[in-house]
């Protein structure tokens, strides 16, 4: 794979589900890639990165930001209050919103600084116990709730459970975005992008099919 065979079948599967073209943001899911592949998709032109990690965001992006213009760069991964301050001077997007606490320090910031990257709520629409998220049950009301300190929210997370048919998930994701009057709906990885644009993607998150395997360390 490539970022353009990526690039083509979001393309072919906004056609399949009569969407307009350019609708879906691909991110680029950047994290334990070495710089080098990176660089080899900034070059290519591609400007829309996700990361895990707001620490090994913080080492990897600020130089490339120097080099590459018009860079977005999305927090994927779960996020500790105390990393906040920083994530919300590095992310233009937080994809991890997920609990009380954490809207609460997102919203003094945001306060103090005048600012605030976009935010989408992850919600654990598996009800899986070891994986973040709000549980569906809880949304509407954690939905309203972030509204209502300002925050600005913009659209729903999930990753579905690895066993279970995405489809499902990305349709609950959809109908409680809707109910909410949310239009976001960052959902779909490599295995199962086309079926979250069919239910209503606006962001799908792609890394090892652009990047290859990622190489720890």
């Not at 591609?46 to 213009?69: L, S, T």
């Not at 606490?101 to 009800?127: D, H, W, Y």
């Amino acid at each position: 794979m490539s970022l353009q065979d990526i690039s083509d079948r979001i393309s072919k599967a906004e056609r399949n589900a009569g969407r307009k073209s350019g609708e879906v943001k691909l991110i680029a899911v950047s994290k334990v890639q070495p710089d080098g592949r990176v660089k080899a998709v900034l070059d290519q032109g591609h400007r829309c990165f996700g990361e895990n990690r707001v620490q090994e965001a913080e080492a990897k992006w600020p130089d490339f930001k120097q080099h590459f213009d018009g860079i977005e760069l999305h927090l994927i991964g779960p996020l500790q209050s105390n990393k906040a301050r920083t994530a919300m001077a590095l992310f233009d997007v937080i994809h991890t919103l997920d609990r009380p606490k954490l809207a609460a320090t997102l919203a003094r910031i945001a306060q103090e600084q005048g600012s605030c990257p976009e935010m989408f709520i992850q919600v654990n629409t598996g009800e899986e116990e070891q994986k973040a998220g709000v549980l569906p049950a809880d949304a509407d009301q954690f939905i309203q709730d972030a509204l209502a300190l300002d925050l600005p929210v913009k659209g729903l997370m999930c990753i579905p459970p690895a066993h279970e048919e995405a489809a499902l998930h990305f349709a609950l994701l959809a109908k409680i975005a809707s109910r909410n009057g949310l239009a976001g709906l960052s959902m779909g990885m490599s295995s199962d992008f086309e079926k979250a644009i069919a239910l209503g993607a606006t962001h799908v998150r792609v890394g090892s099919a652009i990047f290859g395997d990622r190489v720890p360390g």
